[in-house]
């Protein structure tokens, strides 16, 4: 592997988690697997240089920041953080301002990524600069919503965080 490409901590090592490990392997980078469940696939993986428990940050987003900021320098000059689901993205772009000294954030600042993560404001902003988007229903008024609606339709939460 190249020493000249930054380490990559690979967050949530599950399916994606995985998937994100083998491309970034296949490609000659040092991959490191955190995740607060040992069982997730990732773990297993031989793409996995290293792998370490980390606090979950949905049940404790200062201790999971605290953790990566610890152990920071051990992995090299600056990885590069991939967080792999929608929640951990969003415990690191909250704290993007204490972890960017000291990692890599290859996505835009928390105010970017709430709007895009949160698909009333996300749909709202396409609406305002007139980018198509599928047509959109609200469960404001579930009679009405049911009324308009046509079959067959993708359901989907406005937001997954808790």
Request: charged fraction near 25%.
């Amino acid at each position: 592997m190249s020493s000249a490409l930054p380490a990559a901590l690979v967050f949530n090592c599950h399916i994606t988690g995985l998937a994100v490990a083998r491309s970034l392997a296949s490609h000659g980078v040092r991959v490191v697997a955190l995740d607060p469940d040992p069982r997730g696939l990732g773990q297993a993986s031989r793409a996995v240089a290293e792998r370490h428990a980390c606090p979950n940050p949905l049940e404790d987003e200062r201790a999971f920041v605290d953790f990566l900021l610890e152990r920071g320098t051990a992995w090299g000059d600056r990885p590069v953080l991939f967080p792999t689901n929608d929640e951990w993205v969003l415990a690191v772009a909250r704290h993007r301002a204490t972890l960017e000294p000291c990692f890599r954030i290859p996505f835009s600042e928390h105010r970017v990524v709430d709007a895009v993560l949160d698909k009333r404001q996300l749909y709202r902003i396409a609406a305002e600069l007139e980018i198509p988007i599928p047509r959109t229903y609200s469960l404001d008024d579930p009679e009405k919503t049911a009324r308009e609606i046509r079959y067959p339709a993708i359901v989907k939460p406005a937001e997954q965080r808790r």
